[in-house]
């Protein structure tokens, strides 16, 4: 579905490029290198990727980047984002409008039985898409102390909090397709929106777990869709 809205580069950073096949203007980076080091490091996990991808060291030769993670599902019009004019030194992601303080809170609590000796509070960001020009003040930041920052804390998106390093607001076109849009109405479960274009598949179910027959938001996630 992106791929029919925007004739950009488009890169996928994997660790499995040989045995996948890409269409014309579809980029593989072969990460495998990098992981068999990083998955050496204690807490490590793919979320902290992005780190290398802001690190600058890929992507030079490109104003403005779009990270997309595998977690979303677009069945809609993106234009506002492909057309997002990002400042530069800042850092825009999706901020969860279906995240309560209160659930929020208790979330932390219980990730904090579960893994006590890591930071884990959960943020309204979410960076399975973020938009930007350059983010050196992130990059930065973790290479201080790179293994120490993976062990201490749960993943990117509470780094940055942790870190108070600022991020900003994409346009509001992302939903939870578990809760829905806003966290005081909640009208929508497990439901493709009417207007919203991109759905978040985010912690459980994921999305290979979902029966087609019931999901019919999974048509756009076919490769082979003619969507």
């Known amino acids: ?6 004739d950009a580069d488009f890169y996928v950073f994997t ?3 040989l045995n996948n096949q890409y269409d014309e203007g579809i980029i593989p980076v072969d990460i495998s290198r990098d992981l068999e080091e990083y998955r050496q490091w204690e807490h490590w996990w793919p979320t902290w990727y992005r780190m290398d991808i802001m690190s600058g060291k890929f992507l030079k030769q490109y104003d403005i980047k779009i990270l997309w993670d595998l ?3 677009i069945h809609g019009d993106i234009s506002p ?3 997002f004019d990002p400042e530069p030194e800042k850092l825009y992601a999706i901020y969860s409008t279906w995240r309560a303080q209160k659930e929020i809170d208790e979330d932390s609590m219980q990730k ?3 893994l006590p000796d890591q930071a884990c509070v959960i943020t309204r960001f979410n960076g399975s898409c973020m938009i930007w020009r350059t983010v050196k ?7 201080k102390d790179p293994k120490g920052n993976v062990k201490k804390y749960r993943g990117f998106d509470v780094f940055c909090d942790y870190k108070q390093l600022p991020r900003y607001r994409l346009p509001d076109l992302f939903y939870s397709y578990r809760d829905g849009v806003y966290f005081f109405t909640r009208g929508l479960f497990f439901q493709q929106h009417p207007k919203l274009p991109v759905a978040l598949f985010h912690q ?4 290979h777990e979902l029966d ?3 999901h019919p938001i999974l048509k756009y996630w076919d490769v082979d869709s003619s969507l």
């Open 212 to 214: 087609p027959k019931e």
């Open 137 to 143: 003040y992130i990059y930065e930041e973790f290479a």
């Open 71 to 73: 977690d979303l599902i």
């Open 1 to 6: 579905m992106l791929r029919k809205q925007s």
């Open 112 to 114: 904090l039985e579960e």
């Open 204 to 207: 459980k179910p994921e999305i």
């Open 81 to 83: 984002l492909l057309e």
């Open 15 to 17: 660790d499995d490029v």
